[in-house]
Antibody, heavy 118, light 108 residues
Framework: QVQLKQSGPGLVQPSQSLSITCTVS????????VHWVRQSPGKGLEWLGV???????DYNAAFISRLSISKDNSKSQVFFKMNSLQANDTAIYYC????????????WGQGTLVTVSA | ENVLTQSPAIMSASLGEKVTMSCRAS?????MYWYQQKSDASPKLWIY???NLAPGVPARFSGSGSGNSYSLTISSMEGEDAATYYC???????????FGGGTKLEIK
């Protein structure tokens, strides 16, 4: 079945970068796009960006200067990197698979709680 | 940027009660998605293309709307429906996805 498993640090120091890996199974990254979404404590969902099956990317304009998404199709891994983190970047970060014919975000990773603190 | 405004932000319903929540877009959209999220869990795709239920979603749920105004309805509230529901839309050129602020549904 379709699974997305995230791995990454729980604590990041201010001004440092965040790297999270999303390892997928049950589908090929050459067939589906993978999105990244975050949720600040007690707040709603915020779309960050997507890497499409062909490797192109789209980013939320608010993060385009400090966000990078890449992937390794052979390893079924998607890589998320955000630079210059501050306290207000504290959030749960999710990867999610494009829904295919349904659209939307049909499958989600378990989330990575990232705290930005010294 | 197309802003999605959900109302109410918080609501409570009795078991068996009909529930309706709203999502309004600042610019017209072609369709809406809805997600259900329970505490300490990842969101789940609940309704796609405005009115289609995702696999496993009970038939008491329905979605409707067009243009700037969309809604999610539960015909008869059940305990397992207590959750936060988010609407989401897609805009092309450039490709952007936007979520509403959510409606938290509680049991009265």
């Amino acid at each position: 079945q379709v699974q997305l498993k995230q791995s990454g640090p729980g604590l990041v120091q201010p001004s440092q970068s965040l790297s999270i890996t999303c390892t997928v199974s049950g589908f090929s990254l050459t067939s589906y796009g993978v999105h990244w979404v975050r949720q600040s404590p007690g707040k709603g969902l915020e779309w960050l960006g997507v890497i499409w099956s062909g490797g192109s990317t789209d980013y939320n304009a608010a993060f385009i200067s400090r966000l990078s998404i890449s992937k390794d199709n052979s390893k079924s891994q998607v890589f998320f990197k955000m630079n210059s983190l501050q306290a207000n970047d504290t959030a749960i970060y999710y990867c999610a698979r494009n829904g295919g014919t349904r659209g939307g975000f049909a499958y989600w990773g378990q989330g990575t709680l990232v705290t930005v603190s010294a | 940027e197309n802003v999605l405004t959900q109302s109410p932000a918080i609501m409570s319903a009795s078991l068996g009660e009909k529930v309706t929540m709203s999502c309004r877009a600042s610019s017209s959209v072609n369709y809406m998605y809805w997600y259900q999220q329970k505490s300490d869990a990842s969101p789940k795709l609940w309704i796609y293309y405005t009115s289609n239920l995702a696999p496993g979603v009970p038939a008491r749920f329905s979605g409707s709307g067009s243009g700037n105004s969309y809604s999610l309805t539960i015909s008869s509230m059940e305990g397992e429906d207590a959750a936060t529901y988010y609407c989401q839309q897609f805009t092309s050129s450039p490709s952007t996805w936007t979520f509403g602020g959510g409606t938290k549904l509680e049991i009265k």
